[in-house]
């Protein structure tokens, strides 16, 4: 699977639109983008995933460029319970394991 | 909306001693997966399981780990003789499909003494 490459952390004010960067410049064309976090003592919590096309769900959108080489994640309206470590993750479809990285810790201040 | 449910959520267990950890996944899940994370550390993949055996596993997952779907409801990891470095949160997942997202439960924290 593709490494990606993630800030170490990022701030953002409440109520604002969180932009999370994510570099995947080896994703292969069968490779999945997927975004999960992880609330502090909690499991890691699935977001959205994607493969070339933006997609957006109740939690957030996900916008991949189109050479696939990069992705965001977008929190439209962040709320202190945003407050976690979000992990970018480039998985082969059907590949049994998900390949976690140290993510980047997102902190929602009021 | 349905969960991964862990127990226990806190296991406290002496050097040597064999630990079983429960997960009972989403029901109509078919595919199901154990993670471990070390305090301050990465969550690290330990084995799939699918169809009544293991489809995959990493390094970590030696002859000491084992994993068992004894009934219709329930995944377990079993550790059989525990070490100081097990000490780990340990995460059960599951997905309806090997290409669809897996949820995570909670997780439980086992602490070797």
């Known amino acids: 699977d593709a490494k990606t490459t993630q800030p170490t952390s990022m701030d953002c004010a409440e109520g604002r639109a969180a932009n999370l960067p994510c570099n995947h410049s080896?994703?292969?064309?069968?490779?999945?983008v997927y975004w999960y976090r992880q609330i502090h003592s909690q499991g890691p919590q699935y977001i959205i995933h994607?493969?070339?096309n933006n997609e957006t769900n109740e939690m957030a959108s996900l916008i991949i460029t189109e050479d696939r080489k990069s992705s965001t994640l977008i929190l439209p309206h962040a709320t202190l319970r945003d407050t976690a470590v979000y992990y970018c993750?480039?998985?082969?479809?059907?590949?049994?394991?998900?390949?976690f990285g140290a993510g980047t810790r997102l902190t929602v201040k009021p | 909306e349905p969960e991964v449910t862990q127990t226990p959520s806190h296991q406290v267990t002496q050097m040597g001693q064999e630990v079983i950890l429960r997960c009972v996944p989403i029901?109509?899940?078919?595919?199901f997966y154990w993670y471990r994370q070390i305090l301050g550390q990465k969550v690290e993949f330990l084995v799939s399981?699918?169809?009544?055996?293991?489809?995959?596993k990493s390094e970590i997952f030696d002859d000491q780990f084992s994993v068992e779907r004894p009934d219709g409801s329930n995944f377990t990891l079993k550790i059989r003789s525990t070490k100081l470095e097990d000490s780990a949160m340990y995460f059960c997942a599951s997905s309806g499909e090997a290409n669809q997202p897996q949820h995570f439960g909670d997780g439980t924290r086992l602490s070797i003494l």
């Open positions: 399981f699918y169809n009544n055996e293991i489809s995959e």
């Open positions: 080896t994703i292969s064309g069968n490779e999945y």
């Open positions: 994607g493969l070339k």
């Open positions: 993750i480039v998985r082969v479809e059907n590949n049994n394991d998900m390949r």
């Open positions: 029901s109509n899940h078919l595919y």
